[in-house]
Nanobody, 118 residues
Framework: QVRLAESGGGLVQAGGSQRLSCVAS????????MGWYRRAPGKSRELVAT???????NYADSVKGRFTISNDNGKYTLSLQMNNLKPEDTAVYYC????????????WGKGTLVNVSS
């Protein structure tokens, strides 16, 4: 079992920056990948960025060069630094952790709203 607690989010003007954090607890040694996903109003959930336990990153094309995913203060504290935010980045952002010991399960945070005003 893995629990994810997100923080950050809120209202920001276009061109501004925001930082999201996610702390994982529980059976964390079994986590192979952590990442951020988002769901914009009226759209399906999409990948934003992922970070593997080996340090490899993957970004959606729409955020490359603007967003940075990283571990802060330990392996299971995930951050997403978002710069040059655009109105189309408005969405609920979800932290994800892939549990990968004997079987594979995805765990999700409750989500945090990022609202970018134009």
């Amino acid at each position: 079992q893995v629990r994810l607690a997100e923080s950050g989010g809120g209202l920001v003007q276009a061109g501004g920056s925001q930082r999201l954090s996610c702390v994982a607890s529980g059976d964390t040694p079994c986590i192979s990948v952590m990442g951020w996903y988002r769901r914009a109003p009226g759209k399906s959930r999409e990948l934003v960025a992922t970070l593997t336990s080996g340090g490899s990153t993957n970004y959606a094309d729409s955020v490359k060069g603007r967003f940075t995913i990283s571990n802060d203060n330990g392996k299971y504290t995930l951050s997403l630094q978002m710069n040059n935010l655009k109105p189309e980045d408005t969405a609920v952002y979800y932290c994800n952790a892939v549990y990968d010991c004997s079987f594979r399960v995805d765990f999700w945070g409750k989500g945090t709203l990022v609202n970018v005003s134009s």
